[in-house]
């Protein structure tokens, strides 16, 4: 699955409607520490459905295996003072506020005043889920750390037509960010994602430190040079040392003109120039994901990176494709 950073669509909520200002809270106060070079939001929403995740949580929260919280959005003062509460809570909180205002409108057109409308909800699909995600780096090191996630419902207007996805409650919260997961064998997978990231235009909502002003490549290049990182080119798989990264690069494309006029164009050149970070637009993110039943916590093992730049092109449009893959160990 790939796919852009996106906020899920927000249907109906328990939070406030209004978009607050984003603050700092306990959950991300850990990036204020030296060591800490790089970190930024990934919050997304997966799919895992082949495990039963969504469900599965259910379960366990109505049986009291699991605790919860109404949902509540990342980066608000509210997040910060989340309390447990019980699942008649969220479940009654949740359907009370189940419904749609639609505009009455009279004969002629003009609307005369508004009404609500009760929304079903699929629980037949109760599939995709909003994790939220910090990565950072430590140490040269790329981590992922999850906070907490938030199974969603989709909505369905009284018409029957599919309005988008609401989030349902908050849960596996992780308040030790430098927590170790068990042995793969005692987690449950849950699913293998990629998610397409564009580093040179975070949204400013995400980020939460840069250090000399580095993007997510710059930060991890150093550790590209030095052999601590796994590189490969692309298409065709082949392993890189640091002094082989020249040889990947895709190069400028440069205009040649006429001697006889500045308008005409007779030949394209490919220019070599050192292969830096800076020439990288996107980064496509894989991961594997796995849940701790008896924690109740979510954790995510970052597998590789695509290292994505614009290959010009005469007769195409420039478009960004993947140049490097890097392998995480």
Known sequence: MTKKLTAIFLVISNSLFAQPAKVSTKFDKFVQCSKIEWAAYASDTFRFDKAGFNNLLLTRLERNKIQATFPIESRTENISKAKYVSYDSIFNSYFQNSYEEVSVIDSVGDIVGYSRLVNKVDTSAFKLTEVTQILFIQKGVLKSYIPWVTPTLPVVTSSGKYIGESFYFNT?????????APKINKLLYLSHTKMLV???QPAADNMLKEMYGKNLIETLWPQVLNGK?????????????????????????????????????????????????EKFTDVELVQDWYYDSRKNIVFSKIMEMY???????????????????????
């Not at 596996?172 to 170790?180: G, H, L, P, S």
């Not at 290292?307 to 160990?329: G, M, N, R, W």
């Open 172 to 180: 596996a919260y992780n308040r030790k960010y430098c927590r170790k």
């Open 198 to 200: 564009n580093i040179n």
């Open 229 to 277: 990182i796994e590189i490969f080119s692309l298409p065709n798989n082949e392993r890189l040392t640091p002094d082989k990264l020249m040889q990947a690069n895709a190069g400028t494309l440069v205009p040649f003109y006429d001697s006889t006029s500045s308008a005409t164009i007779y030949k394209y050149e490919f220019i070599n120039e050192p292969l830096s970070p």
């Open 307 to 329: 290292l994505y730049t614009i290959k010009p092109d005469k007769t195409e449009p420039a478009i960004s494709s993947p140049l490097l893959k890097l392998v995480f160990k």
